[in-house]
């Protein structure tokens, strides 16, 4: 037993852990090696990367306690530049004695159980040294745990607080031990980071890791030696990767790989002495971003004499752009920038009063002071406004850019505060409103910096909102929303509830848009307390008393907010009942387009947002766009982590059919961040008044006085209030507020105030022209820098690793614009004097824009830089030198430019990627490799194989690669090289057009060069060089060209100037020659004699072949247009006069089709085309339909009549319905049936062509309208091209003709246009092109008719012969279309039809939907009640059924059709009413009681229509119309429809016309009268006794009250009395709009009062008593009820003891409704007994 014990004893004590834990003991001194290196680079050998290395050797001791001191020897920095492995590193001798200087002396730091604790430095060490001497310290950073081998912990590094992963491998034989230790960057909690220029980035806390596209992780390894005294580091090695994706994808990113390694050399007995200075406390081990300027992403500037660099910067940028150097300019001017933000005030000053009185220089500089964001140039920005230096124009664009750059400290915000009170600020209201708004984006910025936001940061802005309401003013309450929304604080919620009424009753007052701009304040505060924004917006969403905009305003908010799926469905349940069908619209089209998200970000709120909408969509699913919509645009790539999303809310008022409020943003998604990018918003209000006739003086009529005194006896009636026009819009980007206005008309004429110092417009148009007769002439420049992004994170090496992008922007216009009016127009000349004016134009302008965007990855310090860079330019160049001469009196215009004298780059774009390496000491010796090395490496197994016949002769492949177009006239140059190797991809194209007439040729040039051979990814695809431009070259040619010339004649003369051109051109032909002396010349001029030649040759030959066909000749529309759609027969003519090849393949192919159709029979054919034999639809030339059995596979017909049209179509899918035209449905047409001869089909399958077969030119009877003509004069006769355009316009039909053909005597190349209106129902167009337009056609033709039983249109394109480039391009279209249709929900089905055509028909299924089916060769693409956004009345058989007159038009008919469905209709007929929004319900009126039916409630007051039932006849009513000062009476007496106008009979059979001075007609309809008084709002009122009918003007929308309802489109609260109350039914809301008349004098014997529940009542378990909420018809005091009707009414319960009685009793609406009971309303009385004193 006592040997079992020891042996356990033993174990155990053997068994326990060694400790670890390095120590460096006293007396002694640690001799180290350390080296260390980084390299940037791309995955992918042969590749060029950059990188420095770091040696040194270093000693270390420990001197008491947890002190130790580190002294570094012999530092050495290296460079790499080059090619791995082959390239070696260089040293850098002036950058090491730089580092060498400051590692001279010791340096201090503790350490205590293998943990690094504070270090001191000497007090001039620079932060760079510091950093480095950090990433030493850092290798020597362990934590062990005694108890544990495999553990996890939160570690402090130089890279912040990471997760660690410790393992601990222990060789206790060996005393020795190996720990390896892993971290993950991504996964810190306090990570050492700068971002500069990222606020307004918004990162996702809860994506997953995967989708980051930065990721780190380091490793290293330990090796321990330890005995009884301690444990000793041997070695050291630490490993540390950053892969950048910048497109997400895995295998395309770029890499920085850190190393370090630490190996013990010696041990030395003597210690390190103590340094003798004192030293500095440096903090802890983490990283520490220098305080100093941020080196820029741009090449050293080794800083001396910063004013002089920047006077020497200045001069050279001003050079640079005047000789068109823009990229060096570029350069220049970020130079600029960064020398700025060092610069002093006074300084500045001293630059500013050198260079800011010249105005080339003047443009640089307020520029680069903007871009600059430091200090002293925004002191100095706000001095020179103080000062007045800059006009109001310069400090519009300073001042955005200014505050978007400035870096946001104390310094600068106090800065800000100071502009805000700045007198000349305050002057401007446009500058007052970009700096308060710029003051709030301050403010997000610092406090995104910072855990808590300063209280006294946001107090200007809540000073100005507290003012704002104090004063009543709400363009600055609307500013300080704005602000405070831009700051985004929670500090600021508390002020703006102020501004909700649903939290504030007093806020109740102000106008809607301020609580709309309320609720949007809180859009950003939501980031950082969503849980409190959600329920502050639930709550606003929830209030039925705001407006309806201001709820929809809050749902957006709320979404925001990302809500969980309790808050969603709590929403859905609330729009079930909710009676705002606008608010209810919006917000479920919200969460349709939120469920249909792919965003990660917005996966929760998406699938709860599904969910919803199966609540909702039975109810809401099929509102109209009459309502308010969100419309959704987006995508999202999961395998690139990226997309983005386009929104437009559009929010609808009660008041306008059109949105009010239109709310449009793009956002972009990039790994696991978001960005607003860019949001638009435009508002409107009461614009209507600025279409309507003003100045009419309707508070001074009749009828004002006399709504004012009948709004008293209605019962909480009351006007809207008054709303004045204003347009009001804003403008975010990134996510701020940079500027908004409120457009009215104290704001326009502010506007034109400050424009010219006067209010009159005249004065404006007087001074534009005077300006303009001076002349323009100058030189422009706009330079800014787009952005600067920076990523900075810390290395293991101690030096920052930075991810950077950096963009400049620059904006040139130099023009000389001379002009000359002619003649002198007096001073007092009037505005349209000018149209009876010459003027004479001599301009030369010059405009160019380039962009320059740079990009690093890699090293960047203000000593050395090292790493990969991106350059991207884009320029764009072009140069417009012209002479213009306008004759508005005659109606010509001529434009003369000179041809290309030397080549221009039009537009070109530019990239490169390349390894650079730069060092402050030797800035002048840039060491710089493209990341592909340009020649071959000389390894046989990087060749590519290649045939010996091939290889063998030089250029073969560019033989092979020649495109045959070449033959065809075209002028192309083409190269192309592919080289697979080490060495690349090179790809080159030159692609190039002469145009010889105009001296010029366009080339586009791209080479490109990339390593996408490596890897396909877009990174590796980026990665090289790309060239692409496009240039202007001039063309020698053997008449050199003296100036190009572009004259338009509009007018009589056009004729004239054909015939001018068809001689020398330098003769002028008289003027007053008569259009038939130039009849014959002008068609010999324009050679059209030979396109109607070739069209009647083919058209005689139709005719001796299809001999049986009449129709051409009885159709008048056949004598109109045999050459501008020639069929494919024409060919056969064309082809031999043009030697072209044959033109009737087009009508081969489709005979060939139509036989295998009829399966070989050519007597069982009717007059179809090919086209439509060839599928299942049949030929609407017809008026029997005949159909094919199953596929029409057996050919057998069966043909029925018009009546069973629909029937026989019943059972078929909609793909085989067949159309039939309504212009050959009438009963005179010839009925054709199947024994038609062949040679009729044949004819007939010619499509479209058939129908255009005869052609007229319109020159024999009609003068041209337009004559357009572009020559090149040469010392030879001109070249170029004419256009003549003609016109006829008919009663019934229309025609358009344009000929484009060339004036060189030897090209017959021609263009023919025709269009026409046939007639009513049939429109024809076509175009042909080629030698006398014979080469090539399209021809379509667009016709309504019948689609099965419905109403329908159908438009048909035919292609007999088309270029290849138009097929080749057709086809890339075709390969869409299935995907397309299948995304959109269309059904597709493939089946062969005609080749060279494509049919749309669109059938009217309903008023609010359509079928759609899309015939296209191979394919047939259908879909069935597509909803239309807009009612189309009719129904079906509406357009078939009968003849169409002669004077119908059913293409205007759909313009005016949907134009009336905006307008709104009230129609009472007997006892039925339909309102404005189309409820209809049945009401019986009272008999002589008055009702008012429709009213203007709006503060004009412009209009009355009341209603009574007559006694004596229950189906006859009378109404009364007040208008201005009239007062119109309608009545039936005798069986006739009679007038009264101000009491006074009229007669009917004269129309009456006020003279007021608004317009009103009264005149005679069918049975009855109609009145139409569109300025008053009522566009027709239409009464014969039995029928009423109003239709007011859509710009009433919202404004009207009475019986017919509010035409809001808020059907749920169509039952409104007059004091708002929703009634329960129909019959209380009619009673509700009686008026009250005398009860002794009136005929109407019922008035309204209030009641009370006469039974006992229990409320709340206790008696009470009720009273209605609002009064019920009664008698008057001494009738009695006849008649009653029982009525819903909602009533308030009190005790049964309280005050309250029903005498007096007033209204109330503001109480509670307890209790809904049904009571009994009189209707009829009789008053026997009633008593009355006179």
Known sequence: MKGLILALVLTLVGGQKQDLEPIFHSGKTYLYGYESFILHRLPGRGLAMAGVRL?????????????????????????????????????????????????????????????????????????????????????????????????????????????????????????????????????????????????????????????????????????????????????????????????????GAAVMEARQELSLVDIKRTPINAPKTQLQNQGSLRYHFSEELLQMPIPLIQIKNPDLQLTETLWQLVQNNEEGATKEASAKFLQMVQLFRIVTLDQIESLWVQFGNDLPYRRWFLSAICAAGATDTFRFLKQKIHDEKLNIWEAAVTLPLAFHFVTPNKQTLEVASTFLTCPQIQKAPIHRTIVYLGYGSMVNKYCAQTSICPNELLQPLHDLATEATSKGDTKDMALALKAIGNAGEPASIKRILKFLPTFSPAAASLPNRIHADAVLALRKIARKLPAKVREISLQVFMDNTLAPNVRMVACVVLFETKPALPTVTAMASLLLTEPSLQVASFTYSHMKALAAGRIPQLYNVSAACNIAIKLLSPRLDRLSYRYSKVIHVGDYSSEYQAGAIWRVYLMNSPSTVFPSDIITKVRGYYANTAMDIIEVALRSQSLTKLIRKQNIPFAEYDTYKTLKELGKTLLGWKELPPEDPLVSTYIKVWGQEIA????????????????????????????????????????????????????????????????????????????????????????????????????????????????????????????????????????????????????????????????????????????????????????????????????????????????????????????????????????????????HSVGGRFYAHIFCRKFESLGCSACFSLKSRNSAFLRNTYLHKLVGELEAKIVLKPVHTDADIDKIQLEIQAGSKAASKIINVASSGSKEEDETS??????????????????????????????????????????????LSAALLSSASSSSTASSAGGKEPRNEYKKDEIRQSRKKRGGSSKSSSRISSGRSSSSSVSSATSKICSSSGEDRSGDRHCNGDSEYSNQQANLPVYKFWFKPADEQGPGRQVLNSSISASSSSANEEGISRAMSQPKFL??????????????????????????????????????????????????????????????????????????????????????????????????????????????????????????????????????????????????????????????????????????????????????????????????????????????????????????????????????????????????????????????????????????????????????????INGVQAPTDVPYTSNSDASMLISSEKEGLSLKAPDYGIDKLYYDGHRLEIQVAFWMAGKTCGICGKYDAEKEREYQMPSGYLAKDAVSFGQSWIISEDSCAGVCKLQRKFVKIEKPVAFEKA?????????????????????????????????????????????????????VSTVSAHTACSCQQQSCRG
């Not at 943990?115 to 020597?140: A, H, K, M, Y």
């Not at 003891?1697 to 409704?1713: A, N, W, Y």
Request: hydrophobic share 35%.
């Open 55 to 251: 040696t040194c050797k270093l000693e270390i001791s420990h001197v008491s306690r947890g002190n130790h001191l580190l002294q570094i020897r012999s530092p050495k920095l290296e460079e790499y530049n080059g090619f791995w492995p082959t390239d070696p590193f260089t040293l850098s001798s002036k950058l090491t004695e730089t580092i060498a200087a400051c590692f001279s002396q010791a340096f201090t730091f503790e350490y205590t159980a293998g943990r690094v604790g504070s270090i001191f430095t000497p007090e001039d060490c620079p932060i760079l040294c510091t950093n480095l001497v950090r990433g030493i310290l850092n290798v020597l950073q362990i934590t062990i745990k005694k108890s544990q081998n495999v553990y996890e912990l939160q570690e402090d590094g130089i890279e912040g607080i990471c997760q660690t992963r410790y393992v601990i491998q222990d060789d206790s034989k060996n005393n020795r031990a190996t720990i390896s230790k892993s971290k993950d960057l991504t996964d810190c909690q306090e990570k050492a980071v700068k971002n500069v220029g990222m606020a307004y980035l918004r990162p996702c806390p809860t994506c997953p890791l995967k989708i980051r596209n930065i990721k780190g992780t380091v490793m290293f390894t330990y090796k321990m030696k330890y005995d009884h005294s301690g444990a000793l580091i041997t070695s050291a090695t630490s490993e540390q990767v950053y892969q950048i994706s910048p497109f997400n994808e895995p295998n």
């Open 740 to 979: 908004f206005v409120d457009i009215d008309k104290d704001a326009i004429q502010q506007t034109i105030m400050n424009l010219t110092g006067s209010s009159n417009w005249q004065a404006v148009v007087k001074k534009v022209v005077a300006e303009v007769q001076r002349g323009i002439s100058g030189q422009w420049t706009l330079p800014a820098m787009v952005g600067e992004l920076r990523h900075i994170v810390p290395t293991v090496v101690g030096v920052p690793l930075e991810l950077s992008l950096c963009g400049t922007a620059l904006a040139q216009a130099a023009a000389d614009v001379d002009i000359q009016i002619s003649p002198p127009l007096p001073d007092n000349f009037r505005p349209s004097q000018l149209l009876e004016t010459n003027m004479d134009i001599h301009a030369d302008i010059k405009p160019k824009a380039y962009f320059h965007i740079i990009a690093m990855m890699g090293i960047n310090t203000q000593y050395f830089q090292s790493g990969l860079e991106f350059h991207a330019e884009f320029s764009a160049n072009t140069t417009m030198k012209f002479d213009a001469r306008i004759n508005m009196k005659e109606k010509n215009l001529k434009i003369e430019t000179p041809p290309c004298r030397q080549e221009v780059e039009l537009a070109a774009v530019r990239s490169e990627v390349c390894a650079i390496s730069r060092n402050m000491e030797e800035v002048d010796s840039e060491k710089k490799s493209q990341l592909l090395p340009k020649g071959e490496v000389p390894s046989i197994s990087d060749q590519p194989f290649q045939p010996s016949e091939r290889s063998s002769i030089p250029g073969s492949w560019k033989q092979s690669n020649i495109p045959s177009v070449i033959s065809k006239g075209y002028q192309q140059g083409s190269e192309e090289a592919h080289h």
């Open 1074 to 1119: 008569l259009y038939k002396d130039i009849q014959a010349k002008l068609k010999k001029i324009l050679d059209i004699e030979n396109v109607f030649m070739v069209a009647n040759r083919t058209r005689h030959r139709r005719r001796r072949v299809h001999r049986t066909d009449n129709t051409a000749a009885t159709d008048p529309w056949a004598e």
């Open 1259 to 1540: 020159g024999d009877s009609k003068p041209p309208i337009l004559a357009a003509v572009l020559r090149a004069f040469l010392r030879a006769p001109p070249m170029g091209l004419q256009l003549v355009l003609y016109t006829d316009t008919q009663p019934m039909r229309s025609r358009i003709q344009m000929f484009v053909s060339s004036i060189t005597g030897s090209s017959r190349w021609k263009l023919c246009a025709d269009a026409s209106v046939i007639n009513s129902h049939k429109v024809l167009g076509s175009l042909k092109w080629g030698e006398d337009c014979q080469d090539y056609q399209i021809a379509t033709q667009v016709t309504t008719g019948q689609f099965a039983a419905y109403p329908a249109m159908q438009v048909k394109l035919e292609w007999p012969k088309v270029p290849s480039t138009v097929r080749t391009t057709a086809r890339w279209f075709y390969s869409f279309l299935p995907g397309a249709a299948y995304v959109l929900g269309y059904s597709q089905r493939q089946q062969r039809g005609p080749s060279r055509q494509a049919t749309l028909v669109m059938a009217l299924t309903s008023p609010r939907t359509c079928d759609i089916v899309l015939k296209i060769p191979e394919l047939t693409i259908y879909n069935r009640a597509i909803r239309l956004p807009l009612p189309f009345p009719s129904s079906p058989g509406t357009l078939i059924s009968t003849v169409p007159s002669s004077d119908q038009n059913v293409f205007s008919q759909a313009t005016l059709s949907i134009t009336k469905n905006l307008k709104a209709h009230c129609l009472v007929f007997q006892n039925t009413i339909t309102t404005f929004n189309g409820i209809e319900f049945n009401y019986s009126m009272p008999a002589n009681c008055s009702h008012v039916l429709v009213q203007d409630c709006s503060p004009e007051l412009k209009f009355l229509v009341m209603m009574k039932r007559l006694e004596e006849s229950a189906d006859l009513t009378a109404i009364n119309v007040r208008l201005a000062s009239h007062e119109v009476d309608m009545y039936v007496s005798n069986g006739l429809t009679q007038l009264k």
């Open 1663 to 1715: 008696a009470a008593k009720c009273f209605s909420m609002e009064p019920v018809l009664r008698c008057v005091e001494g009738c009695s009820a006849t008649r009653t009707v029982p009525i819903s009414m909602g009533f308030h319960c009190v005790p049964v003891d309280s005050p309250l009685k029903l005498e007096g009793q007033i209204r109330l609406d503001q109480k509670s409704e307890d209790v």
